[in-house]
């Protein structure tokens, strides 16, 4: 089992930045992806960015190209997502997943693939 805490959300102004933190313990030997999903009330969650156990591939979705940077530490075990030009829309929880992996490709981007889950934590944009 991998157990992964978020770290980071808050409250920022519309053109603000936050960066976001995810810390993975347990069996972290096993090689794992990872990925940033978000979810605002009444909508579904959806995938943010994510990527490879090798820090090699990454996904980002269409909304958030060119302001958020996903990146991942493998020594200290934590992935990252800086969190740039934050728009009210950008307003959700955003969790912290992680799946086991033997590949080496572009990481996964639906949730149901996801096996170990964080809390998560609340970002909030304000106009």
């Known amino acids: 089992q991998v157990q992964v805490v978020e770290s980071g959300g808050g409250l920022v102004q519309a053109g603000g930045s936050l960066r976001l933190s995810c810390t993975a313990s347990?069996?972290?030997?096993?090689?794992?992806?990872m990925g940033w999903f978000r979810q605002a009330p009444g909508k579904e969650r959806n995938i943010v960015a994510a990527?490879?156990?090798?820090?090699?591939?990454?996904y980002y979705a269409d909304t958030v190209k060119g302001r958020f940077t996903i990146s991942r530490d493998s020594a200290k075990n934590t992935m990252y997502l800086q969190m740039n030009d934050l728009q009210p829309e950008d307003t959700a929880v955003y969790y912290c997943?992680?799946?086991?992996?033997?590949?080496?490709?572009?990481?996964?981007?639906?949730?149901?693939?996801?096996?170990?889950w964080g809390q998560g934590t609340q970002v909030t944009v304000s106009s």
């Open positions: 347990g069996r972290t030997g096993s090689t794992f992806d």
């Open positions: 990527i490879n156990w090798r820090d090699i591939y990454t």
């Open positions: 997943a992680a799946y086991y992996t033997v590949t080496y490709a572009t990481p996964k981007i639906k949730p149901s693939d996801y096996r170990f």
